[in-house]
């Protein structure tokens, strides 16, 4: 009988909303999973301000809309079927005729979930990639909404657009919570500076900010020096470098849990 890949393997994983899928994916090749959800996404407390934005849009107040999750547009159908399900009709069929900007895969499968198409994909899912994508696009006079990462205000995007001349709203669905307390967090850390797991992975940048929120950059930093630190893609590893961690790996092209877990296995198979 062959061995699983990751047999003898522990990995840490951070992730809360596809928690067991991931684990699933990583325990079916052997691996033993820490499960160790550092946020939790939820609705926007306030459901004034989404509802004020569908309708907006369901009135033709917007040019272009720029999501950047697939989460963001879920969270905010699913504010409008709860609250005001009347506006439903109207706010899909405006969303049909805007320009729909995807900052990267799960944006656009949000979309395609009610029966839409992205009309431009940003050419790296990262806010840099959306300015890159929108660059040479003639943005003057143009109405453009967009869907925030959290509430994230990502100054850099909306100081793009505006010199670029466009007028801009934004909406925030949902927001990151704690999801352990301090002291789970905490010792999560003690493993990981104990060499007591091979790898932990990274599928969001809220997760890198609660480890550093909750204890000094140095004890963190040392922890993770300890195993081997896994990014789902750019935006996750531009964190983790700004926190002054090198993330090891990271999927090549497409930054999805299944290519996480693929390069996983290829770097744990190896690693001493």
């Not at 963001?72 to 009347?86: Q, S, Y």
């Not at 995807?102 to 790296?124: F, H």
Request: proline share 6%.
């Amino acid at each position: 009988m062959q061995l699983q890949p990751l047999a003898g393997r522990t990995v840490a994983v951070p992730e809360s909303r596809e928690l067991e899928v991931f684990a699933t994916l990583l325990e079916r090749r052997g691996a033993t999973v820490l499960r160790c959800p550092l946020v939790a996404i939820r609705d926007a407390p306030d459901s004034a301000p989404l509802l004020a934005f569908a309708r907006q849009l369901a009135a033709g107040a917007f040019d272009d809309l720029i999501l950047t999750t697939g989460e963001g547009l879920r969270r905010l159908m699913g504010c409008i079927e709860r609250e005001a399900p009347t506006l439903r009709e109207a706010f899909l069929t405006q969303l049909a005729g805007l320009r729909k900007i995807t900052r990267g895969p799960k944006p656009a499968r949000a979309l395609r979930e009610l029966a839409l198409t992205a009309d431009l994909a940003a050419v790296q899912p990262t806010t840099a990639g959306i300015i890159q994508t929108l660059k040479d696009e003639k943005l003057t006079g143009r109405r453009v909404a967009v869907q925030l990462y959290g509430t994230e205000p990502n100054v850099p995007l909306m100081q793009f657009l505006r010199q670029a001349g466009a007028t801009v709203t934004t909406v925030a669905p949902y927001v990151y919570a704690d999801a352990a307390d301090d002291a789970a967090v905490l010792t999560l850390l003690e493993r990981l500076g104990a060499g007591e797991v091979d790898a932990i992975a990274f599928t969001s940048t809220p997760q890198v900010e609660r480890l550093f929120a909750v204890a000094p950059a140095a004890k963190v930093c040392e922890s993770l020096r300890h195993t081997l630190v896994a990014a789902v893609g750019p935006v996750v590893a531009a964190t983790l470098r700004r926190h002054g961690v090198e993330a090891h790996l990271m999927p090549e092209e497409a930054f999805f849990l299944k290519p996480l877990t693929t390069a996983l296995e290829e770097a744990l198979r190896t690693r001493a």
